[in-house]
């Protein structure tokens, strides 16, 4: 396909030279890798040892910056702001994205639509029947369980980001991306596709998600595990207006028992290991990580440039006692303060680049720390949001109040004593979510204005990059974009 085959010969270099990672038998080292040798492609996934390199490096690809690792985070807060959040950097693609007004030529979406593919050509490699034929029954339903659990959620995520809105009930024709779901091993391989429906993008990612749900096993030490998938598809279902589904995945999650709320809000980030309420994160460390997020949010000693500054006004929204709004003051800080000396959700920036004396979140601090995706205090608003919107039987063992008073308590906030509202079961999902790249799709999903925007403004879409669509004469651009 052309979106492979353009003059930079779309980043194919990972199958024409993979680096092969030495994974280590102990769990205790996580994605702590080093890399050995590269090998050919000819050579690269005949032996089940460079089949699980392929892996983890599917894996290290998706943690990327451009993707997972911190753009698609970016895109959603960016998008979506219009009082709470400002930038006061210097860089031009991320101002462009928050004042609505991007470019066809913005680096930061090619980079993303690059990376977004690589990733997907690996997991297509490794679905290959000759790849898993070459491993023993388990481990091949292992491998392609999360292959296509990365697959899956990254067509979801590309989907809603470059295709307008899923519409329930519509026919949702609407343009998403193009779907590719085999192998590209040579430039040659590569053929033009044409973007599919955001309908039949869904389709894919539904049936990737749930195989890897019924594929992979509950424990799957830092990697994807079937609660994983489950949480993904809940997350997908409520972007559809799927209540039941929602809350079925959501409840499956939860009703596992794997998953505790950490004692404190603040304490599910900036860890070096998995929190106890981590459904899936990309692991980081010294050695291996993807810093970005801390690089733009963060206002720390030797961390962060701070460009993404957090408005008192939205502080001001969260009840007195209700931790995750409080706030570091200038009376608290000093200018050696790291994360470590950080102890509430919100602080007073002292790095000296951008944001020296703003308010900066306290969620992505350290840029060695794990990266959050998936935790359990989201499986209990999407079950809640989910049974209060259904018109069916309640799922699960609490009712919509009962779940959203979990996570209320877990932060201190009074409790609700009467039937939670559609209102309030909105705000909390912004106030436990925020920063955390889930903004723009629950405002889209709610069918929300986003300042004078209507929710479904061409503009609040990615646009197909210049030279994809140089490349490849079947795409269209999204209508907005047309003239950019």
Known sequence: MNIMKNKIFYRLLWLLVIPVMIFSSSCDE???????QSIDASTALTTPENVQATLVGAYLQARDGDIFGST?????????????????????????IINKEITVTNTYISSTWIEAYELINICNTLLDPETLSILDAAEAERIEGEAKFLRGWVIFEMTRLFGLPYEAGQT??????????????DVSDAINVERSTVEDCYTQAI??????????????????????????LARLYLQMSDYSNAATEADRVIESDLYVLTPNPLDAFNNNENSTEDIFAFQNNVASNTSWLTVMYASLNGMGRGDYDIQQSFLD???????????????LMDGSYTIA?????????????????????????????????????EMYLIRAEANFESTGPLVGSNTPTQDINIIRNRANAPAYTGAVTQAQIRQERYWELCWEGHRLHDLKRWQMNIGTLPYDAGNLILPIPFREMEANDLLVQNTWYVSK
Do not use: H
């Open 172 to 185: 949702n024709d609407q343009l998403g991306i193009p779907l590719v779901t085999t192998p590209t091993l």
């Open 30 to 36: 996580k994605l702590d890798l080093k890399p050995q």
């Open 317 to 331: 929204t969260f009840d007195p006692a209700d931790i995750r709004g409080g706030y570091q003051g200038a009376a």
């Open 72 to 96: 698609f985070n970016e895109y959603s807060e960016l998008l979506a702001a219009t009082s709470d959040l400002q930038f006061i950097g210097t860089y031009e693609q991320p101002r462009a």
């Open 207 to 232: 049936n990737d998600l749930t195989d890897a749900r019924d594929l992979l096993p509950e424990t799957n030490d830092v990697y994807a595990s079937t609660y994983s998938a489950s949480a993904v």
């Open 341 to 377: 000396e950080i102890d509430s959700m919100y602080y007073y920036g002292v790095g000296t680049i951008n944001n020296y004396g703003g308010i900066n979140t306290a969620k992505w601090g350290d840029y060695y720390a794990n990266i959050p995706l998936i935790r359990l205090a």
